[in-house]
């Protein structure tokens, strides 16, 4: 497991991770509906535009990690003889580090789509009430404009085409030449990666890039849509680990590995008790 597409699946692992766990914080604020509509309120007007700075981070780094995978597999599968000199665990590091570091870079005026506002609630206990509502910059028409077009683009619709056209040109030489078996269902594993990706991320990126809205402002039955789409999200970010268990032989044996290592070290250390 020790390689570039290794580094790369890790890095892949760790934003789904992210990205779910970011989509907890919705679940549990369903929950506190249950207990308290007050609190439940409370706490989604202060983690929802951190939440929505993850979501777009995360999803951005999801999108350019599979895209590095891919040309990765192309060069494999396409130029093999330049695959070891080109393909190495330290330019892997680089590449991932640059993505991250590009990916919440990029969507750091997510962080200003909101702002918090107080309103006064005149009943029988007078006091004030959090809000959210559109921050100054992103009522400028033409920033929130251009930065959606921007990152719509870079996020979902560049991602695609590539990884559509990169999962052509590897099919197109799998049917041309011979290959290992191994090599074949390494292939055809990371190539099941990229298609459960431009699926699910799809719905997604039109709607994004038809509305342009964010959850907050958005209609309650474009609401729903949105939660079909995120479900979809979600689904692919769970699903990378049943492809790889059903593809990949060697992930099989090595997480088989290091579940018995851990059932041995958790034995007791002078045998059994009575």
């Known amino acids: 497991m020790k390689s570039s597409t290794g580094i790369f699946l890790l890095n892949l692992t760790i934003s789904d991770t992210i990205r779910i766990c970011n989509d907890i914080m919705y679940f549990i604020d369903v929950l506190l509906i249950e207990i308290s509509s007050d609190i439940a309120e409370q706490t989604f007007v202060f983690f929802y535009p951190y939440a929505h700075y993850i979501f777009n981070s995360s999803m951005t780094c999801t999108a350019w990690l599979i895209v590095a995978i891919a040309i990765e597999r192309y060069i494999y599968v396409c130029h093999s003889n330049k695959a070891k ?38 009943n029988e206990s007078y006091g004030t009430n959090q809000t959210l509502v559109i921050s100054n910059l992103w009522k400028n028409k033409i920033f929130s404009t251009a930065f959606n077009i921007f990152h719509y683009t870079f996020r979902s619709l560049i991602p695609i085409i590539l990884l559509v056209v990169f999962s052509l040109l590897i099919v197109k030489r799998i049917r041309q030449c011979r290959f290992r078996n191994g090599k074949r269902k390494t292939a ?35 609401r729903g849509i949105r939660e079909i789409a995120d479900f979809f999200l979600l689904l692919n970010a769970g699903f990378n680990f049943i492809i790889y268990s059903a593809f990949n032989t060697l992930f099989r044996k090595t997480l088989k590995e290091m579940a018995g290592r851990r059932s041995t070290f958790s034995k007791p250390l002078f045998g059994n008790t009575p």
């Not at 005026?109 to 609630?121: A, G, K, M, V």
């Not at 190539?191 to 990706?197: A, D």
């Open 188 to 222: 055809l594993s990371l190539l099941m990666v990229i298609l459960s990706f431009v699926i699910c991320a799809t719905p997604d990126t039109v709607l994004s890039a038809v509305l342009q809205t964010g959850y907050l402002e958005a209609s309650y039955l474009i």
């Open 85 to 122: 000199t080109i393909c190495s665990i330290p330019r892997a590091i680089i590449l991932s580090v640059a993505i991250a570091l590009t990916s919440f870079g990029t969507s750091v005026p997510y962080l200003c789509r909101y702002q918090q506002n107080s309103i006064e609630i005149r």
